[in-house]
């Protein structure tokens, strides 16, 4: 197999100049979606575009497609992308790493001479943060269908301006249709977790995105005085929850490694400090690789959570919230990443996506695979944020290897 390689310095030179748009007191970034640095980032971008010989066209939420042509036009692009948007103390590389990594292929494919028979696009996907507007990936959702275009552009940001108005001030809109045909989408992107750099590796080939099950729980006992009640006429739903957290976190373990458990929000009914907790309601997040092992951590959960109450006299409900399903990556795209990164020589190993990228809603619209480099510390969402050069030249490279396969076919 031929071997390409991207020009790691010129891709890290524009990392760097696009931080300079919107860049914040601590090395990080903020470019809410659809702002004035927002829309400078994009503009930015977009010169870039040109000077490579690449169209621009967007669609009606603002997501924006730079577009080589291909010498059959009329053939499905195959497209990369990402987010040029940030959180409001963000860091230089979540999002922006994806794109530009595309422009990097498309300047490394005319200066090496390779013709392309498919299109190819490079993406933008409009307010993928969900910092300002939610919901989070919102414009690959309008694009894929889940999310109707109606619903977003009435979304409105803390200070009431809608995403209508906001997409009026930057004139990023256009008449692209949704839906149109993807020959294949690849996203690389920082892992924003530990896994990788923890393994001293450059590299991620991704698999798929894990199931998400989100419950909330309501737990009744009985409000008493904190002095006159003896323990043992209690019924406390404190520690009810208590007991019920850590046969929570026992669970892990019987899921261990790829079982996760988490609390993430606890309230007590007009809690005070001389007052038994009558009631107490708290959400569960549960996420695995696998559809049947979330559905069993559920089944589990449910029955712990019930012996509990049952032995303490608490009363229980239990909600399920949303039930997102593990979203397998296409096996081709996930192949064609692997043979790029083996012919290239660089460490790897296989990972499943923890977060949410517009490459999950993708991949329910065309053959689709995301790409991981490590990010330091596994910080992301941060200012600090920050990626070893090296890693994301490795990461480009497998980009280039991988695109310039599936162009072939
Ligand atoms: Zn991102």
Same mark, same amino acid.
Request: proline letters at 4%; charged letters at 15%; aromatic letters at 4%.
């Given at each position: 197999m031929n071997v390409f390689n991207c020009n790691g310095e010129r891709l890290w030179s524009s990392l760097m100049d696009m931080a300079q748009v919107g860049a914040t007191e601590k090395g990080g970034n903020c470019r809410l979606a659809l702002s004035s640095e927002d829309k400078a980032g994009r503009e930015l971008f977009m010169s870039w575009c040109k000077e490579a010989g690449m169209s621009l066209a967007f669609d009606a939420i603002g997501n924006l497609f730079a577009r080589l042509p291909g010498a059959d036009d009329s053939l499905p692009p195959v497209v990369m992308g990402s987010h040029l948007d940030t959180q409001p103390k963000g860091g230089r590389f979540d999002g922006i790493y994806g794109v530009l990594s595309g422009l990097e292929v498309v300047r490394c494919l005319a200066e090496q001479g390779l013709k392309n028979k498919r299109p190819i696009e490079i993406a933008v996907w409009t307010n993928e943060e969900g910092a300002r507007f939610t919901p989070a990936m919102f414009g690959s959702a309008v694009f894929t269908g889940t999310l109707p275009l109606q619903t977003a552009l009435d979304a409105r940001d803390a200070d009431g301006i809608s995403v209508a108005q906001a997409l009026d001030s930057t004139a990023h809109v256009g008449e692209l249709p949704f839906n149109r045909p993807f020959d294949a989408y690849f996203e690389a992107h920082i892992e924003q977790g530990p896994i990788l750099e923890d393994n001293g590796l450059p590299v991620g080939v991704v698999t798929g995105g894990q199931a998400i099950c989100w419950l909330d729980i309501n737990v009744t006992g009985m409000?008493?005085?904190?002095?006159t009640t003896p323990m043992d006429l209690r019924r406390d739903a404190f520690f009810g929850v208590a007991d019920m957290a850590a046969r929570l976190e026992s669970l892990a373990d019987d899921f261990a490694p790829k079982g996760l458990v988490t609390i993430g929000q606890v309230n007590i009914a007009?809690?005070?400090?001389?007052?038994? $907790?009558?009631?107490?309601?708290? /959400?569960?997040?549960?996420?695995?690789?696998?559809?049947?092992?979330?559905a069993l951590m559920e089944q589990q959960v449910r029955a712990r959570f019930k012996h509990v109450a049952q032995t303490r006299g608490l009363t229980l409900t239990i909600n399920r919230h949303w039930l997102s399903p593990a979203t397998p990556f296409d096996a081709d795209c996930v192949g064609a990443v692997r043979r790029a990164v083996e012919a290239l020589g660089y460490p790897h190993q296989d990972i499943v996506s923890g977060a949410g990228h517009?490459?999950?809603?993708? $991949?329910?619209?065309?053959?689709? /695979?995301?790409?991981?480099?490590?990010c330091i510390g596994g910080l992301s969402h941060n200012e600090a944020e920050d990626v070893i050069p090296e890693d994301a030249r490795k990461g480009c490279d497998v980009l280039l290897n991988a695109v310039i396969e599936r162009l072939q076919r």
């Open positions: 409000s008493a005085h904190a002095g007009k809690s005070s400090r001389n007052t038994i $907790a009558g009631q107490v309601s708290f /959400t569960v997040d549960l996420r695995h690789h696998d559809d049947a092992q979330i517009d490459a999950i809603l993708l $991949a329910r619209h065309c053959p689709t /695979t995301l790409i991981f480099i490590p």
